[in-house]
C-alpha cells in the first residue's frame, strides 16, 4: 500500500533509474517495463492465475514453517492487491506493449528461466 503513495513511486522509480545508469541490470516490478524502463531491451510481462500463485505462496510457507492462513485467504489477498496495483491513477500495472507475455501458471521455475533465457537470447 506504500508504493501506491505517489511521492513513494517516484522516489523508488528515480533510485531503480539511477541503479540502472550504472550498467546492465535486470529488474522486476509492476511497472519496470511501462514506467521505470519504457525504453529496455527486453521486456517480459511474466504473469500467473491467482490460484497458482496461492497455491506457490502456500507450498512456500509451508516449507518455510510460517504460520499458514488458508488458500482462499491467500488467493483473496493476491487478487486484491492486483486490483489496486491495475486501478491505481500512478503506474498502473498493465503490460508494456513491446513486452513478451508468458503465463507460469503450469510451469516450473526452471521452464520460466528457460523461457526467459530464450527470449533475451534471442535478443
Known amino acids: 500500500m506504500v508504493s501506491s503513495i505517489p511521492a513513494v513511486r517516484r522516489a523508488l522509480v528515480a533510485r531503480q533509474q539511477t541503479i540502472a545508469a550504472e550498467g546492465c541490470v535486470v529488474m522486476e516490478g509492476r511497472d519496470i517495463g511501462t514506467r521505470v524502463f519504457p525504453n529496455a531491451e527486453v521486456k517480459i510481462y511474466l504473469d500467473a492465475t491467482s490460484d497458482a500463485r496461492a497455491e506457490r505462496r502456500y507450498l512456500e510457507d509451508q516449507s518455510r514453517g510460517i504460520a499458514l492462513g488458508s488458500f482462499d485467504q491467500m488467493k483473496s489477498e493476491i487478487e486484491d492487491r492486483d486490483e489496486r496495483d491495475k486501478t491505481r491513477a500512478d503506474?498502473?500495472?498493465?503490460?508494456?506493449s513491446d513486452a513478451?507475455?508468458?503465463?507460469?501458471?503450469?510451469m516450473t521455475i526452471d521452464e520460466v528461466v528457460d523461457q526467459i533465457m530464450k527470449i533475451v537470447e534471442s535478443k
Open 91 to 96: 503506474s498502473p500495472l498493465i503490460q508494456a
Open 100 to 106: 513478451v507475455y508468458i503465463d507460469s501458471s503450469g
